[in-house]
């Protein structure tokens, strides 16, 4: 197959795509955030990847907690709308039922399946983007969405995000067991 190139660019790539909460000044807000990652598990710790202007991460800044909330393909309108408006100008605590867990600052959205509660560990500030990095202090997970104990990838639906292509999906369908598929592959 021939390749096209296409320069120095982000490739498209398949991210799931999430919803920071915060609470800004006695407000609860909530951000849109595509560039998301795990990056430990011992103590369990998660990144996220912010623009310098974002007023969550001003919430952050204040109570050293945050939220990181994993919507259903349901919810994509919602999610889009928290990505086009900012709470320097839009009231966005409305958007999602709040609960509060165990850090009592870092507001989670209940219409969300899995909802992380994280406090402040790092801010790490770069020239365009600042990485966020928070220890998880909790999961929540709807137990409709698990079978057996464990998540269920058809109950979850997940949306995900297309980058470059701008399109959310959803890809709710089991593929393969990780860890164990690769185990007696030949090149
Ligand atoms: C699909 C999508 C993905 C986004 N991903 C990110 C991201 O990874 N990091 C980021 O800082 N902003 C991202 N944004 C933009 C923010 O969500 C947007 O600037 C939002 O208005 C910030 O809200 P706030 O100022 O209330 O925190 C994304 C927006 C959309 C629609």
Same mark, same amino acid.
């Given at each position: 197959m021939a390749k096209k190139t296409l320069g120095r660019t982000l490739p498209m790539m398949g991210l799931p795509? @999430? @919803? @920071? $909460?915060? *609470? &800004?000044? $006695? *407000?609860?807000?909530f951000c849109t955030v595509a560039w998301v990652t795990m990056i430990d598990d011992e103590p369990p710790k998660m990144a996220v990847v912010m623009g310098k202007d974002r007023r969550t991460k001003d919430g952050i800044l204040e109570n050293k907690t945050f939220s990181i909330n994993l919507p259903g393909a349901e919810l994509a309108a919602a999610v889009d709308h928290c990505g086009l408006t900012s709470g320097h100008r839009t009231d966005k605590s409305g958007v999602f039922d709040v609960f509060f867990g165990k850090t009592l600052t870092a507001p989670m959205a /209940?219409?969300?399946?899995?909802?992380? %509660?994280?406090?402040?560990?790092?801010?790490? %500030? /770069? +020239?365009?983007?600042?990485? @966020?990095? $928070?220890?998880? %202090? +909790? &999961?929540? &997970?709807d137990e409709d969405r698990m079978t057996g104990g464990l998540p269920d990838i058809e109950k979850l639906q997940l949306l995900m995000y297309l980058s470059a292509g701008a399109l959310y999906f959803t890809k709710g369908r089991a593929v393969a067991e990780a860890f164990k598929v690769g185990r007696d592959f030949q090149p």
């Open positions: 795509v @999430v @919803v @920071v $909460g915060a *609470k &800004v000044q $006695g *407000k609860v807000n /209940r219409e969300c399946p899995v909802n992380i %509660e994280l406090t402040l560990d790092e801010i790490v %500030e /770069r +020239e365009g983007t600042d990485i @966020v990095i $928070g220890e998880i %202090e +909790e &999961v929540y &997970v």
